[in-house]
């Protein structure tokens, strides 16, 4: 097994830590709320996608352990100023990543840091939580929000 | 409050000190490494590893004398039914039970709750009686209770724990009430390692004629136990806590209240004679058993109660009780940890947060150093909200574990703190 470090290296540390974006946007247009029931981790994704369909602003709040709490933090800063279409399109590139046959990771910048979790399959739900809760955000407008359902890890 | 502990006084050779090391031997599943370390196994809470005469018990009993129970006239029937029924009379004698008849088998403490809950309390329940728990119970002691409630419009009363995780005995007097139709509570807590006074508990419910079931999935591995002693109608165990098979355990009825239940499922096994018209039911404890039963796990959780008698029960309750002792002393003077579960009588169970750091973290770290502790809400998400947190990693001890297991347990803490510093 991989060295810890490699697991938790300092960027995740610091945005552990320190999270970015972690607000709760007033002026959304779209909304997420996800839930791991193994572990009780719950977040709330906040998006506001402007006419030319870009993520002008995202924001999130909640609970978590280091690398669910990381991983949400540095989706925000990745996806914001994206299209929609480019923010699923990373998403899925992510979770080749952490779960695909050859692991590859192509451009994922500053994400690349989670590429550890790869090693420990009972947490790559961590590190995708936040980033499913973002894909219901982005389907489901801030109106309809409260209907919704919860986005579970439990859930194929 | 100080409430003496439950202590086993059944006639018994006073028992020798406990070998660890002998008894390591009898566990093969000890001798693993994980993550290219010697494995620490502390997760018995969840659920215990298995000494090698269980194992070596299912196996025989599939190859050696395996048939159905109770039907055959054949050989091999009668040996099967010989070995089940010799299962639930070693249930029996460990439970402190008069009768074997008393001892149903089913699939662990779960289904005895709800067989008890649905056999036994649904026909005696109006709308506005009330079912008492605790705080500290396992989700599997609140769910079964909360449905036959809703169904039933009674109320579901929960008797407050304090901030040691010790039950309030002040308030479980005054919850005890002429519409209390049952008084349903563990013996010792998983989340917490509390060790409840249920004698006395039970006593105070018997006092106003209120019967009591008590959750002993726990209790077993770690505490001695007497249903005689202790008073209570009810009584449950799962055997793979108990160092026995998953998929059995052990329900004690009081004769009377079982022979007055109706069935819990219908089925073969449970009947005496049935025709389109009319069925009549089998004896208590085969009315409770419908279809054929796990009879393998029966004769694998009878080799395993046998071990646990011969290590001695006093000899694992003083073993464990200076390793709890150890590990507590060693975990609390590691800075940024809170221990959550103070109670002056505990199990060996240590659950614990860490400043800064979500148990997950924590329980990955402890894996990667080849400790296997859980990291969650052990299922009694109450009592997480109770102390105000998400989760805990708990490392819960068996008699098979050592003091060099607990400084590994510590080493690996410290390796958390030193990670998240």
Same mark, same amino acid.
């Given at each position: 097994m991989s060295d810890l470090r490699e697991l938790y290296q300092e960027v995740i540390l610091d945005h552990y830590r320190k999270p970015r974006n972690f607000t709760v946007l007033r002026d959304a247009t779209g909304e997420g709320v996800g839930h791991n029931p193994l572990c009780g981790d719950r977040v709330r994704v906040?998006?506001?996608?402007?006419?030319?369909?870009?993520?002008?602003?995202?924001?999130?709040?909640?609970?978590?352990?280091?690398?669910?709490?990381?991983?949400?933090?540095?989706?925000?800063?990745?996806?914001?100023?994206?299209?929609?279409?480019?923010?699923?399109?990373?998403?899925?590139r992510f979770q080749s990543m952490l779960t695909g046959d050859?692991?590859?990771?192509?451009?994922?910048?500053?994400?690349?840091?989670?590429?550890?979790? /790869?090693?420990?399959?009972?947490?790559?739900?961590?590190?995708?939580?936040?980033?499913?809760?973002?894909?219901?955000?982005?389907?489901? /407008?801030?109106?309809?929000?409260?209907?919704g359902g919860v986005v579970s890890t439990e859930m194929s | 409050?100080?409430?003496?502990?439950?202590? #086993?006084?059944?006639?018994?050779?006073?028992?020798?000190?406990?070998?660890?090391?002998?008894?390591?031997?009898?566990?093969?599943?000890?001798?693993?490494?994980?993550?290219?370390?010697?494995?620490?196994?502390?997760?018995?809470?969840?659920?215990?590893?298995?000494?090698?005469?269980?194992?070596?018990?299912?196996? #025989?009993?599939?190859?050696?004398?395996y048939a159905n129970v109770h039907r055959g006239v054949h050989a091999l029937s009668q040996q099967a039914t010989a070995a089940y029924e010799g299962a639930r009379e070693i249930g029996r004698r460990f439970l402190g039970a008069a009768e074997a008849r008393e001892i149903v088998f089913v699939r662990g403490s779960t289904e005895?709750?709800?067989?008890?809950?649905?056999?036994?309390? #649904?026909?005696?329940?109006?709308?506005?009686?009330?079912?008492?728990?605790?705080?500290?119970?396992?989700?599997?002691?609140?769910v079964p209770w909360q449905m036959l409630c809703a169904a039933r419009g009674a109320r579901l009363k929960v008797v407050p724990i304090d901030d040691d995780g010790a039950l309030d005995l002040g308030a479980y007097e005054r919850l005890l009430g002429p519409r209390t139709a049952i008084v349903s509570l563990v013996h010792v807590s998983n989340a917490l390692g509390t060790i409840n006074p249920v004698r006395e508990l039970v006593a105070?419910?018997?006092?106003?004629?209120?019967?009591?079931?008590?959750?002993?999935?726990?209790?077993?591995?770690?505490?001695?136990?007497?249903?005689?002693?202790?008073?209570?109608?009810?009584?449950?165990?799962?055997?793979?806590?108990?160092?026995?098979?998953?998929?059995?355990?052990?329900?004690?009825?009081?004769?009377?209240?079982?022979?007055?239940?109706?069935?819990?499922?219908?089925?073969?096994?449970?009947?005496?004679?049935?025709?389109?018209?009319?069925?009549?039911?089998a004896e208590p404890p085969h009315k409770f058993e419908a279809g054929t039963p796990h009879i393998v796990g029966a004769i694998?959780?009878?080799?395993?109660?046998?071990?646990?008698?011969?290590?001695?029960?006093?000899?694992?309750?003083?073993?464990?009780?200076?390793?709890?002792?150890?590990?507590?002393?060693?975990?609390a003077a590691l800075p940024r940890l809170r221990l959550i579960g103070t109670a002056g009588q505990k199990a060996a169970v240590v659950s614990f947060v860490v400043d800064g750091v979500h148990a997950h973290d924590v329980g990955t770290i402890l894996d990667h150093e080849g400790v296997a502790v859980r990291?969650?809400?052990?299922?009694?998400?109450?009592v997480m909200e109770r102390f105000g947190v998400a989760a805990t990693t708990r490392a819960s001890f068996a008699f098979y574990n050592t003091r060099d297991e607990v400084d590994r347990l510590v080493a690996g803490v410290e390796r958390v703190l030193e990670v998240f510093s």
């Open positions: 906040w998006v506001k996608i402007g006419d030319e369909g870009v993520i002008e602003d995202v924001a999130f709040q909640g609970e978590g352990c280091a690398i669910s709490t990381a991983s949400a933090s540095l989706m925000t800063e990745a996806v914001k100023g994206k299209t929609v279409d480019e923010a699923e399109d990373l998403f899925a050859d692991g590859e990771h192509p451009d994922l910048g500053k994400l690349e840091a989670l590429a550890g979790v /790869r090693e420990y399959p009972i947490r790559v739900k961590c590190a995708t939580l936040a980033w499913h809760t973002l894909h219901a955000a982005l389907a489901r /407008r801030a109106a309809d929000a409260g209907t | 409050m100080t409430i003496a502990i439950e202590r #086993r006084s059944k006639t018994r050779q006073p028992a020798p000190e406990l070998d660890v090391e002998r008894v390591r031997r009898d566990f093969p599943a000890l001798e693993q490494t994980v993550n290219g370390k010697p494995l620490v196994y502390l997760d018995n809470a969840a659920s215990a590893q298995k000494p090698r005469a269980v194992v070596d018990a299912v196996a #025989r009993a599939y190859v050696e004398g005895a709750i709800n067989l008890v809950a649905q056999s036994f309390v #649904r026909p005696r329940l109006n709308r506005g009686d009330e079912i008492l728990i605790t705080h500290m119970e396992h989700h599997s002691n609140i105070l419910a018997r006092e106003r004629g209120i019967p009591t079931l008590i959750d002993g999935a726990q209790a077993a591995p770690h505490t001695a136990i007497d249903v005689g002693r202790l008073g209570c109608d009810f009584y449950t165990i799962s055997g793979h806590k108990v160092f026995g098979p998953t998929g059995i355990g052990l329900l004690y009825g009081r004769a009377e209240l079982l022979a007055s239940m109706p069935p819990y499922q219908g089925g073969g096994e449970m009947i005496r004679s049935v025709s389109f018209d009319r069925t009549e039911y694998g959780l009878g080799v395993a109660l046998e071990y646990v008698e011969s290590l001695g029960i006093d000899a694992i309750d003083a073993y464990e009780h200076e390793l709890l002792a150890y590990a507590t002393e060693r975990l990291a969650g809400h052990h299922c009694a998400q109450p």
